[in-house]
Protein backbone atom coordinates (compact mmCIF):
# COMPACT_ATOMS: atom_id res chain seq x y z
CA UNK A 1 0.00 0.00 0.00
CA UNK A 2 1.21 3.04 -0.71
CA UNK A 3 0.36 6.66 0.28
CA UNK A 4 2.14 9.92 0.12
CA UNK A 5 3.22 10.97 3.63
CA UNK A 6 1.97 14.77 3.02
CA UNK A 7 -1.49 13.68 1.85
CA UNK A 8 -3.81 15.94 2.71
CA UNK A 9 -7.04 13.50 2.69
CA UNK A 10 -5.34 10.69 4.68
CA UNK A 11 -2.94 9.44 7.19
CA UNK A 12 -0.31 7.08 8.31
CA UNK A 13 -2.48 5.73 10.86
CA UNK A 14 -4.74 4.50 8.64
CA UNK A 15 -2.11 2.67 6.08
CA UNK A 16 -0.93 1.18 9.34
CA UNK A 17 -4.85 -0.07 10.08
CA UNK A 18 -5.88 -0.83 6.45
CA UNK A 19 -1.90 -3.17 5.81
CA UNK A 20 -2.64 -4.96 9.50
CA UNK A 21 -6.02 -6.07 8.16
CA UNK A 22 -4.94 -7.20 4.56
CA UNK A 23 -4.54 -11.19 4.81
CA UNK A 24 -2.01 -11.80 1.94
CA UNK A 25 1.09 -10.11 1.27
CA UNK A 26 1.25 -6.34 2.09
CA UNK A 27 4.29 -3.44 2.55
CA UNK A 28 2.73 -0.09 4.04
CA UNK A 29 5.08 2.48 2.30
CA UNK A 30 4.70 6.55 2.91
CA UNK A 31 6.64 7.94 -0.07
CA UNK A 32 8.63 11.21 1.44
CA UNK A 33 7.54 14.85 -0.01
CA UNK A 34 4.55 13.30 -1.67
CA UNK A 35 0.82 14.52 -1.62
CA UNK A 36 -2.25 12.34 -2.47
CA UNK A 37 -1.45 11.29 -5.82
CA UNK A 38 1.75 9.56 -5.95
CA UNK A 39 1.59 7.86 -9.01
CA UNK A 40 1.87 11.64 -10.35
CA UNK A 41 3.94 13.54 -8.04
CA UNK A 42 6.62 10.75 -7.15
CA UNK A 43 6.57 8.25 -9.77
CA UNK A 44 9.87 7.11 -9.54
CA UNK A 45 9.52 6.08 -6.44
CA UNK A 46 6.19 4.39 -6.75
CA UNK A 47 7.79 2.49 -9.82
CA UNK A 48 10.65 1.21 -7.44
CA UNK A 49 8.13 0.52 -4.55
CA UNK A 50 5.98 -1.23 -7.03
CA UNK A 51 8.66 -3.41 -8.68
CA UNK A 52 10.60 -4.40 -5.47
CA UNK A 53 7.32 -5.56 -4.24
CA UNK A 54 6.30 -7.47 -7.17
CA UNK A 55 9.89 -9.09 -6.92
CA UNK A 56 9.33 -10.47 -3.29
CA UNK A 57 6.23 -12.19 -4.51
CA UNK A 58 7.41 -13.91 -7.87
CA UNK A 59 10.53 -14.91 -6.19
Not at 9 to 16: K, L, P, S, W
Amino acid sequence: MLQGEDDEYGTNAQVERIAGQVSGPVEAILIPACGHVPHFQAQEAVLSEMTSFIKSLIS
